[in-house]
């Protein structure tokens, strides 16, 4: 099993570069689907059950409509289904993950797109709450997302981000506060409420994380 882990680990490694367009990691995440539930469960990946368990704290009613976005193949779904929420879409870049949340039969809605600057396939003010675990990486998404979240979610909703601590350092577009200041630009302008930025001990393989939640305006 550590075996296992060490080389979950070291494929994260390879794959969280700054540099990486969304059509090598779309075609990684691809190859690494069918096994990547048992291999992040060796590397001890709590962030799906604890971002789910997050976004309990906020959103109350379990029949909210909850977009996963960068579902993956659906770990964050599965937690949600745990604690009872029964309304959820989810959004990834790998068609192969894609294939395999839907095997799950957890998910409303589920469609392939990148999460950035593009215009997904939703109308504005649709969801009630929006997940996003373990996407902020380097090379994968950054803070070009986040109109298309404040688009999406509904007045009242929240966001909820999940992800490695360590990467506010080693992502060239994150570096510098730049991630942090684009979330406290967007709170400076009324677009959202910054309501925590929440420490997390042990987020991926003994790694610490961090959670942000924002309720939009």
């Known amino acids: 099993m550590a075996e296992v882990a060490e080389k979950c680990v070291t494929r994260m490694a390879v794959i969280a570069d700054s540099k990486a367009d969304s059509t090598k990691v779309k075609e990684y995440y691809d190859n690494w689907a069918e096994t990547y539930t048992k291999d ?3 590397a001890d990946y709590k962030g799906p059950r604890l971002g789910a368990e997050k976004l309990a704290q906020f959103v109350k009613d379990k029949k909210s409509l909850i977009l996963d976005a960068g579902c993956g193949v659906g770990s964050v ?4 289904k ?3 929420y029964t309304n959820l879409d989810g959004v990834d870049l790998s068609p192969k993950s894609i294939e395999a949340s839907k095997a799950l039969n957890i998910y409303q809605r589920l ?3 990148k999460l950035g600057d593009n215009r997904l396939d939703v109308e504005d003010d649709t969801y009630d709450a929006l997940i996003s675990i373990g996407t902020f990486i380097p090379g994968h998404v950054n803070q070009s997302a986040f109109p298309e979240f404040l688009r999406i979610v509904k007045p009242g909703g929240f966001i909820i981000i999940g992800m490695r601590e360590e990467f506010l350092e080693m992502a060239t577009e994150y570096q510098n506060g730049q991630l942090d200041g ?3 630009r967007l709170a400076d302008e009324k677009n959202w409420e910054w309501l925590q930025r929440e420490p997390i001990k042990e987020f991926f393989a003994a790694k610490p994380g961090l959670h942000f939640v924002f309720k939009v305006l």
């Open 40 to 42: 992040f469960a060796s």
């Open 77 to 80: 779904g599965s937690e949600l």
């Open 82 to 84: 745990k604690l009872g």
């Open 111 to 113: 469609f392939i797109d």
């Open 182 to 184: 684009e979330m406290q």
